[in-house]
């Protein structure tokens, strides 16, 4: 991550409620070093920007240590019923565009269908019951990938990111549906992930993102950050595991999910990306 340099104040939610709490942060933050008080401000961001997805988590993680097995609703269906309403609750306080969700709902049901294949693969499963299911697959899970684009989409706007050397939507659409595809015909046919992970790399390569953090603007290689936020995907993933929600076959007894999940995550995050490209045009940095 380098070049530093004074730019346009980063974007913001919209809203007046927030502002008193930025202006409290900053004042909180105004006797720092420069560098020391942009980092905070960068955790925090990232912190905000993940919202959804850390709500999820910590949905997991609290109804796995309290819910019991007779109570009158399922903890998959009550998984469910939390995220639309975490989903409702972002739109109605516009933390989310209509756009956003329009695309991040594309999003939840490409990600669905893929669960309902894996699971009828073997590639893992959902061992509770739960009513609000598909094939065996309970639909909160489709609110776990949401949480990827809303992170994604949320992180663009907040951070107002800037793409430099970005690459035709022509190849970055081509590149997204052969990973999916591959998802799928893996199963059948040779796995095609090492060169699709050097796909990603040729026609990613020269692309930066430069992102505000409050009034300094930072740049980062885009294949970085992916491989960064694959990271924490899969530490996530390890928390799910070990919650029980999900399981895979070799998990008789819990261990840390297999690294190679990582590079799952890695692919997967380039469909999320460039799904939300087609809402979120990627801009030039000024």
Same mark, same amino acid.
């Given at each position: 991550?380098?070049?530093?340099?004074?730019?346009?104040?980063?974007?913001?939610?919209? $809203?007046?409620?927030?502002?008193?709490?930025?202006?409290?942060?900053? %004042?909180?933050?105004?006797?720092?070093?420069? +560098?020391?008080? #942009?980092?905070?401000?960068?955790?925090?961001?990232?912190?905000?920007?993940?919202?959804?997805?850390?709500?999820?988590?910590?949905?997991?993680?609290?109804?796995?240590?309290?819910?019991? #097995? %007779? +109570?009158?609703?399922?903890?998959?269906?009550?998984?469910?019923?939390?995220?639309?309403?975490?989903?409702?609750?972002?739109?109605?306080?516009?933390?989310?565009?209509?756009?956003?969700?329009?695309?991040?709902?594309?999003?939840?049901?490409? $990600?669905?269908?893929?669960?309902?294949?894996?699971?009828?693969?073997?590639?893992?499963?959902?061992? #509770?019951?739960?009513?609000?299911?598909? $094939?065996?697959?309970?639909?909160?899970?489709?609110?776990?990938?949401?949480?990827?684009?809303?992170?994604?989409?949320?992180?663009?706007?907040?951070?107002?990111?800037?793409?430099?050397?970005?690459?035709?939507? +022509?190849?970055? %659409?081509?590149?997204?549906?052969?990973?999916?595809?591959?998802?799928?015909?893996?199963?059948?046919?040779?796995?095609?992930?090492?060169?699709?992970?050097?796909?990603?790399?040729?026609?990613?390569?020269?692309?930066?993102?430069?992102?505000?953090?409050?009034?300094?603007?930072?740049?980062?290689?885009?294949?970085?950050?992916?491989?960064?936020?694959?990271?924490?995907? +899969?530490?996530?993933?390890?928390?799910?595991?070990?919650?029980?929600?999900?399981?895979?076959?070799?998990?008789?007894?819990?261990?840390?999910?297999?690294?190679?999940?990582? $590079?799952?995550?890695?692919?997967?995050?380039?469909?999320?990306?460039?799904?939300?490209?087609?809402?979120?045009?990627?801009?030039?940095?000024?």
């Amino acid at each position: 991550m380098d070049q530093r340099y004074r730019g346009r104040p980063a974007a913001h939610e919209t $809203g007046p409620y927030l502002e008193p709490l930025r202006r409290l942060i900053r %004042g909180a933050l105004a006797p720092l070093p420069w +560098w020391l008080s #942009e980092f905070i401000l960068f955790g925090l961001k990232q912190a905000w920007a993940c919202l959804f997805a850390a709500i999820m988590l910590a949905l997991l993680l609290i109804t796995k240590a309290v819910w019991q #097995e %007779g +109570w009158p609703v399922h903890r998959y269906d009550f998984l469910f019923l939390a995220a639309l309403t975490i989903q409702i609750l972002f739109l109605r306080f516009k933390m989310e565009s209509w756009d956003e969700a329009r695309v991040i709902l594309v999003y939840h049901v490409t $990600g669905t269908v893929m669960e309902i294949f894996k699971v009828h693969m073997g590639s893992w499963a959902y061992p #509770e019951t739960s009513f609000i299911q598909i $094939g065996g697959v309970p639909l909160f899970s489709g609110f776990m990938y949401a949480a990827i684009g809303s992170f994604m989409a949320r992180t663009i706007r907040i951070f107002d990111m800037r793409f430099s050397h970005y690459p035709p939507m +022509w190849q970055t %659409g081509l590149l997204a549906i052969a990973i999916y595809v591959n998802f799928f015909s893996h199963h059948f046919l040779p796995d095609i992930r090492y060169l699709l992970f050097a796909a990603t790399v040729i026609v990613f390569r020269r692309v930066n993102i430069h992102f505000t953090t409050d009034s300094t603007t930072l740049r980062m290689p885009l294949v970085f950050a992916a491989f960064l936020s694959s990271a924490f995907l +899969w530490l996530a993933e390890n928390i799910g595991t070990l919650t029980g929600t999900w399981i895979y076959p070799t998990q008789e007894t819990w261990h840390v999910v297999s690294f190679g999940k990582l $590079g799952s995550w890695y692919l997967l995050l380039y469909v999320s990306f460039v799904l939300v490209t087609l809402v979120l045009k990627p801009r030039p940095p000024e």
